[in-house]
T-cell receptor
Framework: GAVVSQHPSRVICKSGTSVKIECRSL??????MFWYRQFPKQSLMLMAT?????????EQGVEKDKFLINHASLTLSTLTVTSAHPEDSSFYIC??????????FGPGTRLLVL | RKEVEQDPGPFNVPEGATVAFNCTYS??????FFWYRQDCRKEPKLLMS???SGNEDGRFTAQLNRASQYISLLIRDSKLSDSATYLC???????????FGKGTTLSVSS
């Protein structure tokens, strides 16, 4: 069964609005979660590392003020795309590592900004 | 140079064929390597880890050559259900995040 959930699975919004995406680890605690973005026919690109109890770590070129990350608890990380624009339309995926194992991915959120 | 590079693909093969994917990584400090499978419009799912000693899981065999910084995946007796994009993955230097290749698309036809 799924070990990481994401919500919503799909969202369509108008340009300029903010969109919040939730990532939850199911039945395990994740002090670290990762947020990726994937454009069509491209690889997954790591955007940021979400750390419970401290600030997120952003990859080079990712605007921290535009992509707000909050690791609210040991099972929840949220990514808020602020003032979304059409170029932010993408597939956003979170992942969480299980102890002694590799990472498991959420089902992803498909964002379309009109 | 990209951190993880894969065969461009796509690979179009008939059922029963054997197909091999290659991948190179640039960061010699990477510690762990994986092959993930991604179906269209879905999240990636772990196919198998890759070790220097080589590992096999049914029809799938993965191999790592640290000296050449090269990773391979061999699929024998291809099935229609193997059609997907295969992602070569290495961990970053800290061993925390995953660095993905662009993926190689496999299409198996009857």
């Amino acid at each position: 069964g799924a070990v990481v959930s994401q919500h919503p699975s799909r969202v369509i919004c108008k340009s300029g609005t903010s969109v919040k995406i939730e990532c939850r680890s199911l039945d395990f605690q994740a002090t670290t979660m990762f947020w990726y973005r994937q454009f069509p026919k491209q690889s997954l690109m790591l955007m940021a590392t979400s750390n419970e109890g401290s600030k997120a770590t952003y990859e080079q070129g990712v605007e921290k003020d535009k992509f707000l990350i909050n690791h609210a608890s040991l099972t929840l990380s949220t990514l808020t795309v602020t003032s979304a624009h059409p170029e932010d339309s993408s597939f956003y995926i979170c992942s969480a590592p299980l102890p002694q194992e590799t990472q498991y991915f959420g089902p992803g959120t498909r964002l379309l900004v009109l | 140079r990209k951190e993880v590079e894969q065969d461009p693909g796509p690979f179009n093969v008939p059922e029963g064929a054997t197909v091999a994917f290659n991948c190179t990584y640039s960061n010699s400090a990477s510690q762990s390597f994986f092959w993930y499978r991604q179906d269209c419009r879905k999240e990636p799912k772990l196919l198998m880890s890759v070790y220097s000693s080589g590992n096999e899981d049914g029809r799938f065999t993965a191999q790592l050559n640290r000296a050449s910084q090269y990773i391979s995946l061999l699929i024998r007796d291809s099935k229609l259900s193997d059609s997907a994009t295969y992602l070569c993955v290495a961990t970053n230097q800290a061993g925390t995040a995953l660095i993905f290749g662009k993926g190689t698309t496999l299409s198996v036809s009857s």
